[in-house]
């Protein structure tokens, strides 16, 4: 069985593989006190991004999480990435695929993205909306 850091270390791994493929330099910080996976440079731009493992949470959903947690002291703590990331690159396993989300779209705990749904609410986050196609938004 694998380790909650085994799966994000293979999730960055495809991530950095996936950007370098659609054309972008990618830098990886030094060390792991960094609170951003990667640096994504599209020419123009440089991106601090976090990577997550989406996991299939209710019927034609991904959730993933959007804040850290750490035990520190003997004290549990979460940690939002606002202001300090500028996206979360998200894997989800189960359709091999990436989705882009701004850390200005992204909720402060957890986010659920919909696959499909019978019903068309505004609230509702559009796994399509988010979908990686090698382009940044």
Known sequence: MRNSKQVGDETESRALTKL???????????????????????????YRVQCKTGWPNKTETMRFNTHSQTTR?????????HGEVDAFLVYYPKNDTFY??????ATGQKMELRFESEIDHPSINWADTYEFDGTIP
């Open 100 to 105: 882009w989300i701004d850390t200005a779209d």
């Open 20 to 46: 370098l493929e659609c054309g972008y330099s990618v830098s990886i910080p030094f060390g792991d006190n960094d609170r951003y996976d990667l640096v994504v440079d599209d020419g123009g731009d440089l």
């Open 73 to 81: 002291d003997g004290s549990y703590h979460e940690e939002t990435y």
